[in-house]
């Protein structure tokens, strides 16, 4: 059969399998705002986002009820209908990109970052060290009491030995 004229791509699967895999990336590119794959995958994904986007631009009940059924996670279609379709409120269209990133050395195939039109890397990079500078405090704390309690195991050790070898001394004597 000839690939001409298809609207969709199937990716080898049957149709229920094809839903899961769209829905799961549609639903992580809603959460993080961006998700590497491969770049027919992104391709169709685009399509499901960028519909669903437009759909939650009227804002209504029945737009939501509709995403609910085509993506049954409420907190994607929560960030859909209160954050991203505000968000692209006067943009006509075109709300992600996609940035080809080189192969995958496992099966070489082509990979790419799928990401809204507005995503701030630098703005996601300062989050996530903030986040590792918080992380980090606790884990200074807790190396300065690791050190002091191994100094205080590695005393209590020489103790044992010293008496230990006390102990052989006194027993061949």
């Known amino acids: 059969m000839s690939s001409h004229r298809r609207r969709v791509k199937h990716f080898d699967r049957k149709s229920g399998p094809r839903k899961a895999l769209l829905r799961g990336l549609v639903t992580s590119l809603i959460e ?24 939650g631009k009227k804002g209504d009940l029945a737009t ?3 995403l609910m059924s085509r993506y049954p996670n409420k907190e994607a279609v929560a960030t859909i209908m209160k954050d991203l379709s505000p968000r692209f409120k006067t943009r006509p269209g075109g709300y992600t990109r996609i940035i080809k990133i080189g192969r995958r050395p496992g099966d070489t195939a082509e990979m790419a970052f799928l990401e809204f039109v507005d995503y701030d890397f630098e703005a996601k990079g300062a989050a996530k060290e903030e986040a590792k500078a918080a992380k980090a405090e606790p884990k200074a704390a807790k190396k300065t009491v690791k050190k002091a309690t191994t100094k205080l195991v590695a005393a209590k050790k020489k103790s044992v030995k ?10 061949r004597a």
């Open 64 to 66: 939501t009820r509709l």
């Open 32 to 55: 993080h705002g961006r998700i590497t794959t491969t770049v027919d995958r992104a391709k169709e994904v685009r399509r499901h986002v960028e519909k669903a986007i437009t759909l």
């Open 162 to 171: 010293k008496t230990q070898k006390k102990a052989r001394a006194a027993a």
